[in-house]
């Protein structure tokens, strides 16, 4: 079967489908591809910390009732190391700048209804994605569908897709440039129905490794220690990964944490990557398809936030004005914000996790130690990390 639109956009994570909705609300057609189903995309549970710039976008995009009502606003964020926790107040340090709390599932599940509203959800189970035709005028989207071939003919392809996407690679491998760092180390995330431990988020330096208290409501909390790459899931029933935790946030807060049984609890590999250029001919990346970030920081579904408000702005321009000037200097412009936010996400990563060339508190972790108390006792050094932390201006 033959469709046609103006912008083909492959995958249906928060890049796509903010992309998708944003074009809709200023007039513009778009058809979303994804591979998976509606469930499993809205049941990944990854980010829960929006910047500033991504709840105006969500507002733009006419999608924040419920996060209006039900986010939660943190205006600090507190360093803990050597067993004491720092409170750095990034709303005093920034001029009033806070963060919102909300997870990424949620926000899908806002947007995806939103599709639903007016009749235009993604294609899910979108099989063989394949792109055609960018060096030419119209490219085309390929894909299957129970068993159905289909194809969609297009101004613009966006590889909204993801690390693991396809998009990418349509981009000649002699232009396209890619810088990857892999951490030897994961994160073990738990989700449980607990009152959080505390108010804020808690980031933890411990000699055993990195832990994060975290939350997505008054009475569910996010909890992540750092752990080997080779850890098996199995390995870690809930208690054990209790007991880990109370353990590495130590007296004053561990014996605070309130413990349930987990409603989800998964291992993610940290990676810094970036692709460059984030556009060749008439195809543009947005999100995890151009660049990951490791998680300490929360900078990854911001970044994502940030390409898709460049990349809307450059298409409603265009299709407004016929002027495709930000559509030309949409990759420079993203890719100078990613990579501050690479920077940051990396700095932070290396300041507060083990790394298994340090030895059990050695000159690595004394390291460590001294620039984290430098920056909760240094007005300029925890300004610089609020500004970051908060979200660099777009
Ligand atoms: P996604 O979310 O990966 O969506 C890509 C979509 O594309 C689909 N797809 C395809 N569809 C059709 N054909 C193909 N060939 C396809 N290949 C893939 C996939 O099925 C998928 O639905 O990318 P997107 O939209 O760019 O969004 C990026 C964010 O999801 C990601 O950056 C964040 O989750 C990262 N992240 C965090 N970011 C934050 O800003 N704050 C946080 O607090 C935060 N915490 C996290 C995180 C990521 C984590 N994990 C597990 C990676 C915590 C964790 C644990
Ligand atoms: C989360 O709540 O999932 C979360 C919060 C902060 C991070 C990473 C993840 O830096």
């Given amino acids: 079967m033959n469709q046609k639109t103006k912008v083909g956009i492959i995958g249906s994570g928060p890049s796509g489908l903010l ?15 994804e591979k998976r189903t509606r469930a499993h995309v809205e049941g990944r549970i990854r980010a829960g910390i929006l910047e500033q710039g991504m709840v105006d976008l969500l507002e733009a995009a006419q999608v924040a009732d419920r996060l209006r009502k039900e986010a939660l606003i943190h205006g600090g964020i507190a360093l803990q190391f050597e067993g004491n926790a720092h409170r750095i107040d990034m709303e005093k340090l920034t001029g009033g700048k806070v963060v919102t709390v909300y997870g990424q599932n949620e926000l ?6 939103a599709h639903e509203e007016r009749g235009q959800s993604p294609v899910y189970q979108a099989l063989d994605v394949q792109i055609s035709g960018i060096e030419v005028d119209r490219p085309t989207l390929t894909y299957t569908k129970n068993g159905e071939a289909f194809r969609v003919e297009c101004d613009y392809v966006i590889g909204c897709d993801g690390y693991h996407g396809v998009s990418r690679s349509y ?13 030897p180390f ?33 009475t569910r909390s996010r909890y992540y220690i750092q752990c080997d790459l080779d850890e098996d899931i ?27 049984p987990s409603i989800e609890k998964s291992i993610a590999p940290l990676r810094s990557f970036v692709a460059e250029p984030m556009r060749y001919k008439s195809l543009f990346l947005a999100g995890d398809s151009a660049h990951i970030v490791p998680p300490a920081g929360a900078k990854g579904l911001n970044l994502a936030a940030s390409d898709i408000k ?21 990759s420079d412009k993203a ?29 690595g972790h004394k390291l460590q130690i001294a620039e984290l108390d430098y920056i909760v006792n240094s007005k300029a050094a925890s300004t610089s990390f609020a500004e970051n932390y908060v979200g660099l201006p777009y």
């Fill in 19 to 33: 992309l998708s909705q944003l074009l809709y609300v200023n007039g513009i057609e778009s058809i979303v591809v």
């Fill in 108 to 113: 899908t599940k806002d947007l995806m209804d």
């Fill in 171 to 183: 981009i000649p491998s002699t232009i396209l440039k890619t810088y990857q760092k892999i951490y």
């Fill in 186 to 218: 994961g994160w073990l995330g738990v989700l449980a129905d607990v009152p959080p431990v505390s108010d804020e988020l808690i980031y933890n330096n411990h000699v055993d490794g990195f832990a994060l208290a975290s939350q997505r409501s008054k």
């Fill in 234 to 260: 199995k390995e870690w029933p809930d208690d054990r990964f209790w007991s880990e935790l109370v353990h590495r946030f130590g007296e004053e807060v561990g014996s605070q944490i309130i413990t349930g």
């Fill in 310 to 330: 460049y990349l809307s702005d450059a298409l409603i321009r265009r299709y407004k004005t016929g002027k495709v000037d930000l559509l030309e200097s949409y």
């Fill in 335 to 363: 890719l100078s914000r990613v990579w501050k936010s690479i920077r940051f996400s990396w700095w932070f990563t290396s300041l507060t996790h083990r790394f298994p060339e340090h030895e059990k508190g050695d000159l």
